[in-house]
């Protein structure tokens, strides 16, 4: 048993139940502020999480995301690194925070371990490539996709997708957080890549230096779906039926 798995102390008592008596909104911030007092706010926070696995019934967002504040409790405290907490969420999250459900046996396990460290060039990459692997052998072998293959592309799997880059983003990358965009442009696409960055004026952002690999970009920037075959993909994507309850 690890320290984390100890009764929390009466001062870490009281501030844990100040954050767990505070709205979804106001314990976003407060995650941090927990992080930054040591120990006793990663008990605070390892105890949350303690309690959120063993919800028999776990309460997803929309398009089946994880709640956002497991999600960042999580991404904070795998930020930390150390063995104490990399025993903790291994013993409770071994695959992560997010169920990497897929109805057609694709394994999300590296791309989930890929965001979690924020690497997001190469999640970016092998997001495209587990796309591929949805969509088939052939799409698979030339490593992109056909907009004709994308509606039949398992709305669990697209939503396990999702659900991965919001978690591991404080919910500012992801496919709905695009179609979000593209839904209040008018369904435009021309708007919604100036908007996520992708294209300044008639300059295409270029691949992958000029695009932004951290926190640091616009929201909505990330994944990417290639326009230089042609912005049909996108369409698609953005019209799935994945995202339609």
């Known amino acids: 048993m690890t320290k984390l ?8 008592s009281q501030l ?11 314990q976003l911030p407060f995650i941090a502020s927990l992080a930054a007092a040591g120990e006793v706010g990663y008990e605070i926070l390892a105890d949350y999480l303690r309690n959120y696995a063993a919800e028999s019934v776990q309460v997803f967002a929309k398009y089946g995301a994880v709640n956002a504040v497991a999600a960042k409790v999580y991404q904070t405290l795998y930020s930390t690194k150390t063995d104490q907490i990399q025993a903790f969420l291994t013993e409770y999250f071994p695959n992560g925070i997010v169920p990497l459900k897929s109805d057609r046996g694709v394994d999300y396990g590296p791309m989930q371990r890929l965001l979690a460290d924020q690497d997001f060039l190469e999640a970016d990459k092998l997001n495209n490539l587990k796309l591929c692997e949805l969509a088939g052998e052939e799409s698979l072998a030339r490593k992109w996709i056909y907009f004709t293959e994308v509606r039949a592309l398992p709305e669990t799997d697209l939503r396990t997708i999702n659900a991965l880059w919001l978690a591991h983003s404080g919910g500012k990358f992801g496919y709905s957080v695009q179609r979000e965009i593209w839904a209040a442009s008018g369904k435009n696409l021309i708007k919604l890549w100036s908007k996520i960055n992708w294209k300044d004026g008639n300059n295409w952002t270029r691949y992958p230096g000029s695009f932004v690999w951290t926190l640091e970009a616009p929201k909505g920037h990330l994944p990417l779906t290639n326009q230089l075959r042609g912005s049909r993909v996108m369409d698609s994507l953005m019209a799935h039926p994945a995202w339609d309850n």
């Open 5 to 12: 798995d100890t009764p929390l102390n009466p001062n870490a």
């Open 16 to 26: 844990r139940d100040a954050f767990l008596s505070a709205t979804e909104k106001a």
